[in-house]
């Protein structure tokens, strides 16, 4: 309410009384014209403070009740939609306890060989959220891949086999099963209408032994491009304390929603307070399609491994004198059937330059299946334009 206080000024000057030409008692004379003058001063500092005090608690009450611009302005920026708006933020308190008994403790076993061709089993933890009350859960890729079993600990201390369900390597997202019911799902969010500066409460496995533990912090960043294992994501980041277990566990907001799925943190002596997680919007879409589908389905590549080769020395390493995006493989059809070929520089994607290989991915993962994009790449000091037919990436990966 930038102008609730600029009310216009009273621009009558008092004025002196009029001088009554005939002579009264000269006693009476002096305290009517004295109590007259002061008198009227005052009544008119008092009606003008009073008239801006009237007027500013109008212009504050009709804000609210009207919704003025300028409280328009500051409702917008909170990027909610009307639900969140409109409903009630939660305590520290509260959000675990509504989430408590979503979250999930996992640990794993692997069986390996070493040199002697001798087996021993290899113990991993990691955490996970509850997805549907006949138990299915989801957690990351990393936490499960290679498992040769999977545990599940509820937070009342009840363990469960399960099942792996189906894993999505590149999203880093897994979907794995227990045989149990009325279990308590996890209530989803909205991560696209998350704000910088959101609360946000981390409930995960750390360490591995101790399930159920709670930090919190903020949201930190929004769609932060990271490389993740040679995989290009696009994460929240967080403050809240992330160790490792934490990995699959939930990030849940100031209404006690999940908003992303804990996925990993900078480690180091001078890092502190950088987790990250995997947008809630995108943890459903790929959750549903595993489930469904048992992949997901529907996502379109170019068919090709690309790798960025930012510094001289990697330039120098694959044999190429420029730095750049570079084809590493052609593994896709559509892609060899186009005249793609490994060594292949990536200087254009559909008339835009290509800045780095996430921004490749993220542009070709705009389009869909089947549609056709142009690939403008450098061979042999020649600049050549190739065009591609998109294809699914379960075609590929067959």
């Known amino acids: 309410m930038d102008d609730w206080n600029k009310f216009p000024g009273n621009d009558i000057e008092p004025s002196e009384t009029p001088i009554n030409f005939t002579i009264p008692e000269k006693k009476k004379k002096t305290k009517e014209k004295f109590v007259t003058k002061k008198f009227f001063i005052f009544t008119l500092i008092f009606a003008m403070v009073f008239s801006a005090a009237i007027g500013a608690g109008a212009y504050a009450i009709s804000s609210a009740l009207f919704d003025n611009t300028s409280n328009s302005k ?7 939609n009307l639900t969140k708006a409109t409903g009630s933020e939660l305590s520290i308190q509260e959000i675990i306890a ?6 999930v403790a996992i640990t794993t076993g692997s069986v390996s060989t070493d040199s002697w061709a001798r087996q021993y089993v290899t113990n991993g933890a990691g955490s996970g959220v509850i997805y549907s009350k006949d138990g299915y859960i989801l957690t990351n890729n990393h936490v499960i891949n290679g498992a040769s079993t999977i545990k599940v600990t509820l937070h009342d201390g009840t ?6 369900v189906a894993t999505d390597e590149q999203s880093d997202v897994a979907v794995i099963k227990i045989d149990a019911k009325d279990l308590i799902p996890v209530s989803l ?3 696209s ?5 959101d609360l946000a409460v981390a409930i995960g496995n750390p360490l591995g032994t101790l399930a ?5 912090g903020i949201v930190s960043g929004l769609e932060r491009e990271i490389t993740l294992e040679g995989k290009n994501m696009t994460l929240l980041q967080t403050s809240a304390s992330i160790n490792p277990g934490n990995s699959g566990g939930g990030v849940f907001d100031q209404y006690g929603n999940l908003i992303g799925l804990v996925v990993a943190k900078s480690a180091g002596s001078d890092v502190e307070g950088l987790g990250f997680a995997i947008p809630v919007n995108t943890v459903k879409e790929v959750a549903d399609s595993l489930i469904k589908n048992g992949y997901v389905a529907g996502r379109p590549v170019a068919g090709i491994s690309i790798v960025d080769l930012t510094s001289a020395s990697e330039a120098m390493k694959y044999g190429v ?3 750049g995006v570079y084809i590493q493989e052609v593994n896709g059809k559509n892609a060899k059937d186009a005249g793609l070929k490994a060594g292949d520089l990536i200087y254009m994607l559909d008339g835009e330059k290509v800045t780095g290989s996430s921004m490749f991915v993220k542009q070709i993962q705009k389009h869909k299946v089947g549609d056709k994009v142009k690939i403008t790449v450098v061979r042999n000091d020649q600049m050549q334009d190739i065009e591609v037919v998109l294809q699914d990436s379960n075609e590929i990966n067959k």
């Open 159 to 164: 363990s469960y086999d399960a099942t792996l």
């Open 193 to 197: 209408s998350v704000s910088v500066g």
């Open 74 to 80: 500051a409702l917008k920026t909170t990027n909610y």
């Open 98 to 103: 509504k989430n408590e008994n979503s979250v």
């Open 321 to 323: 004198s420029v730095t």
């Open 212 to 216: 159920g533990t709670a930090t919190d």
């Open 189 to 191: 969010g909205d991560s």
